[in-house]
């Protein structure tokens, strides 16, 4: 049984909006990003608060079809193991359906014996279904947890 966190959505926008959006980190993840978010090779790094420091490095990036970004490096604070994140990869797959696109979203090794999983899931649903699919279908940031 697959046990990684994944949660997927559609929206009206084209895949290649999709795509876009989704490289556009700053765009939807409240926090501070630093460095370039949509070239292959390169990495950027994401800090919230004194809470949450990952560090991605972008593995894939195929236009209009999907995203990977291996995790680093990390910091939970909340965690006994800081680096939890380390090692797991943050996958985006876009797909037509008929006149919509699906995105689905896996973070794979974020598994349910992990400390961070509950918070970890909890973040994660807000930034993708919230977050992101709103900047996906307006452009507009969320800066805020509804």
Same mark, same amino acid.
């Given at each position: 049984?697959?046990?990684?966190?994944?949660?997927?959505?559609?929206?009206?926008?084209?895949?290649?909006?999709?795509?876009?959006?989704?490289?556009?980190?700053?765009?939807?993840?409240?926090?501070?990003?630093?460095?370039?978010?949509?070239?292959?090779?390169?990495?950027?790094?994401?800090?919230?608060?004194?809470?949450?420091?990952?560090?991605?490095?972008?593995?894939?990036?195929?236009?209009?079809? #999907?995203?990977?970004?291996?995790?680093?490096?990390?910091?939970?604070?909340?965690?006994?193991?800081?680096?939890?994140?380390?090692?797991?990869?943050?996958?985006?797959?876009?797909?037509?359906?008929?006149?919509?696109?699906?995105?689905?979203?896996?973070?794979?090794?974020?598994?349910?014996?992990?400390?961070c999983f509950?918070?970890?899931?909890?973040?994660?649903?807000?930034?993708?279904?919230?977050?992101? #699919?709103?900047?996906? #279908?307006t452009g507009?940031?969320?800066?805020?947890?509804?």
């Amino acid at each position: 049984m697959d046990q990684n966190y994944t949660t997927t959505f559609t929206v009206d926008q084209t895949p290649q909006e999709v795509f876009a959006a989704i490289n556009n980190v700053r765009g939807w993840w409240i926090g501070e990003v630093e460095g370039i978010t949509d070239q292959l090779g390169e990495s950027f790094s994401y800090r919230y608060q004194d809470i949450h420091y990952s560090k991605q490095q972008i593995t894939e990036l195929t236009p209009g079809r #999907r995203i990977v970004w291996d995790v680093v490096d990390a910091n939970l604070s909340f965690t006994q193991d800081k680096a939890e994140w380390k090692g797991t990869q943050i996958v985006f797959e876009i797909a037509e359906k008929g006149d919509k696109t699906e995105v689905c979203f896996t973070h794979v090794g974020l598994v349910p014996a992990y400390e961070c999983f509950e918070s970890c899931s909890n973040a994660w649903g807000f930034y993708i279904n919230s977050s992101l #699919r709103n900047f996906i #279908r307006t452009g507009e940031a969320q800066t805020t947890p509804a």
